[in-house]
């Protein structure tokens, strides 16, 4: 039977729906277990309170589309102010937005995990096999000499000059044509994110996707506590963002939070988990990044082509001495992309600066890092008092340190590659007209308003382990101490996994879902 994707407008009146299972949130992490299960046979409802846009809506225009595609119109930050926190609110998830670098979990990365986290079935026996078989739904494969912009191939070669190690990016297209619009959501249909695999493919299977639905209150069957039985969702007004009063019931075997590093440990809080797992929000992090620019005399236009095709891999995993004082690293650093609009708006220019930087914008380069969370310093989520997520991160020294080496680095690299003048995004405005000198990075503040930071990459908050005392899923995924409650996504993650998540988060769908088949 084929399923079908509903919108709010579709659903005319309240109403009660069942299933075998019931998937909140259609990212990375939910539609992957959605195609999975119904591949399997289960009757699946994916529910996504973000709107259904295809390519017949993705207008290239960065204002239009990060209002459509992005949580917050991507405004929503850290709760002192200081850090963006990114993520998708559409059919799709953030995979509709995002760059697509589509990296394995290093090894290293998954031994760290089992070795002093105790992870059991998520190592490369069972992850590899899912990366397998997801190379060919997603046509991974390594970024090619012609999807290298001009901001990639100077990255290549001053990575090269420097003796740093990196690799062409393994990136998720098919038939990319180059247009640059990756974050407004692909035009063209190449970018293989969840929005043109997964999701059709579960719907083809059986899936029926609910949009502009969210998901509230978990009901539980009377008498057992441990038995969602029902979860009560309501229908949004895509218009005003807001319950539009209809309600969809939705009637379950099984339930699987797959809402998003940024959604499904509060989803969980504010269904009154926390006093059961005292873990819940605990362990969070979020891969903050800060940025650099350069302005060459050449042009870069870092608009167009895909956005990360060279990534340098030399400072993945931080570095510490004897004395286990940080060194440098943890981090990956690529090359930036931003559209126009953007790139005006996060360069923190004034005056005379703005007119000699913006016309000649095409000259401008830019760099940009994946923080590797330094795990002894995560933060926590919540729920604020709006009902929005709450991020508390401390930004403690060893994460400040990184940070400021992070922009040592980016710097170097765009003086190495031929810029003339690097601007860095912190409130001093640090504006750099020669190499050498870095001392003033050291005086970066790193907090909110004195570094300018986002963070696209959130995990943590439901972390996997044994113990219900410092965890909240097990091995298989399953919520501890209830019988039909799942997380699915980056929420269950111990740590970052140290490079871009979205296929570390689909390998453990698969996963998840092997054992919600076996429940
Ligand atoms: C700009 C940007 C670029 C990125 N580039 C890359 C990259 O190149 N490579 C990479 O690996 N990763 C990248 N990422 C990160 C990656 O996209 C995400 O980690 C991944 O897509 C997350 O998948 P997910 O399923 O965990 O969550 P999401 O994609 O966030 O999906 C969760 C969904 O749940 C919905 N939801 C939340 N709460 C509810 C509720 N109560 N009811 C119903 N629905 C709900 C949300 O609207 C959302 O659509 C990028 C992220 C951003 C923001
Ligand atoms: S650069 Fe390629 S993948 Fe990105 S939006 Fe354009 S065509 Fe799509």
């Known amino acids: 039977m084929t399923g079908r994707i509903f919108q709010g407008k579709d659903l005319t009146a309240s109403q009660t729906i069942e299933a075998d299972v019931c998937i909140i949130g259609s990212g990375c992490g939910g539609a992957t277990l959605a195609k999975q299960l119904s591949a399997a046979g289960r009757s699946v409802v994916i529910l996504e309170r973000g709107g259904y846009y295809t390519e017949a809506d993705f207008d290239q225009d960065e204002l239009n589309m990060n209002g459509k595609l992005s949580s917050n119109r991507s405004l929503k930050s850290s709760a002192d102010g200081g850090t963006l926190l990114l993520s998708g609110n559409n059919v799709g998830g953030a995979s509709v937005h995002y760059w697509a670098d589509t990296y394995r979990t290093p090894d290293d990365r998954l031994a760290h995990w089992a070795q002093r986290y105790g992870l059991t079935g998520h190592g490369l026996a069972e992850l590899a096999p899912a990366w397998t078989e997801l190379d060919g739904v997603l046509n991974v494969h390594r970024a090619d000499e012609d999807h290298h912009n001009r901001m990639n191939q100077l990255l290549r070669a001053g990575a090269q000059k420097l003796g740093w190690a990196g690799s062409a990016v393994p990136q998720a297209r098919r ?7 990756c974050m407004q959501g692909c035009l063209y ?17 059986g899936a029926r996707l609910y949009a502009d639905v969210q998901a509230r209150t978990l009901q539980f069957q009377t008498g057992q506590q441990d038995k969602v039985q029902s979860l009560l969702c309501d229908v949004m007004d ?96 690529m090359a930036n992309q931003v559209q126009p609009g953007s790139l005006a708006g996060t360069m923190p220019l004034l005056g005379d600066e703005i007119g000699e930087w913006m016309g000649q914008a095409k000259r401008i380069g830019s760099t940009i890092i994946w923080l590797d969370d330094y795990e002894e310093e995560l933060g926590t989520i919540g729920v604020g008092s709006d009902g929005s997520p709450k991020v508390e991160y401390p930004y403690g020294p060893v994460t400040q340190a990184m940070l400021r080496d992070s922009l040592k680095k980016q710097v170097t690299m765009l003086f190495a590659t031929g810029a003339k003048k690097v601007l860095l995004g912190s409130a001093q405005r640090i504006l750099l007209d020669k190499p050498g000198d870095l001392s003033a990075i050291d005086s970066i503040a790193i907090t909110a308003g004195g570094l300018f930071m986002a963070a696209p990459h959130p995990f943590g908050g439901c972390r996997m382990g044994t113990d219900p005392k410092t965890s909240v899923v097990g091995m298989n ?40 088949l076996a429940a």
């Open 175 to 181: 038939g990319c044509v180059k247009s640059g619009h």
């Open 238 to 333: 895509r218009a005003t963002n807001r319950p539009s009063g209809k309600q969809l019931t939705v009637q379950a075997q099984q339930f699987v939070v797959a809402a998003g590093g940024y959604y499904s440990a509060p989803f969980l809080i504010a269904n009154g988990l926390q006093s059961r797992l005292p873990a819940l929000g605990q362990h969070f992090g979020m891969n903050p990044t800060a940025w650099a620019f350069g302005l060459y005399d050449e042009d870069i236009v870092l608009w167009r082509n895909i956005p990360a095709a060279f990534g340098v891999e030399e400072f993945r995993l931080a570095r510490f001495d004897a004395a286990k004082k940080y060194t440098e690293g943890g981090y990956l650093l």
């Open 189 to 205: 249909a190449a970018k293989q994110s969840q929005l043109v695999t997964h999701i059709p493919q579960a719907v083809a299977l």
């Open 477 to 516: 995924h399953r919520v501890h101490g209830f019988s039909n409650l799942f997380v699915a996504d980056p929420s269950v993650f111990p740590t970052g996994p140290s490079v871009d998540p979205s296929f570390t988060i689909m390998a453990f769908s698969y996963v998840a879902a092997k054992h919600m």
